[in-house]
Nanobody, 111 residues
Framework: QVQLAESGGGSVEPGGSLRLSCVVSVASSCINNLSWYRQAPGKEREFVARIWMGQPTSYADSVKGRFTISRDNAKNSVNLQMNSLKPEDTAMYYC?????WGQGTQVTVSS
């Protein structure tokens, strides 16, 4: 069974950066087709970014130009580099592959 494990969350001030990582536990197609989602308190879970083999990376409009998704095959992980963070980026961030979800990592942006 595939397990996804997020890490890298934390608290930063507006304008700061964080790098999230999602490690895929076993060799699977998930390393080639993985998405990041986020959920803020009281809000529905929303799409953030996606990296799928053979397709351009895709981003939510709210994070375009600030977030970058990438794959690290050596570490069997997919990373989300988040720059110029805003308070509205505060949420629990989850990685997803089909039916599989990680446990989430908290990102808090505040001054």
């Amino acid at each position: 069974q595939v397990q996804l494990a997020e890490s890298g969350g934390g608290s930063v001030e507006p304008g700061g950066s964080l790098r999230l990582s999602c490690v895929v536990s076993v060799a699977s197609s998930c390393i080639n087709n993985l998405s990041w989602y986020r959920q803020a308190p009281g809000k529905e879970r929303e799409f953030v970014a996606r990296i799928w083999m053979g397709q351009p990376t895709s981003y939510a409009d709210s994070v375009k130009g600030r977030f970058t998704i990438s794959r690290d095959n050596a570490k069997n992980s997919v990373n989300l580099q988040m720059n110029s963070l805003k308070p509205e980026d505060t949420a629990m961030y989850y990685c997803n592959c089909g039916y599989y979800w990680g446990q989430g990592t908290q990102v808090t942006v505040s001054s």
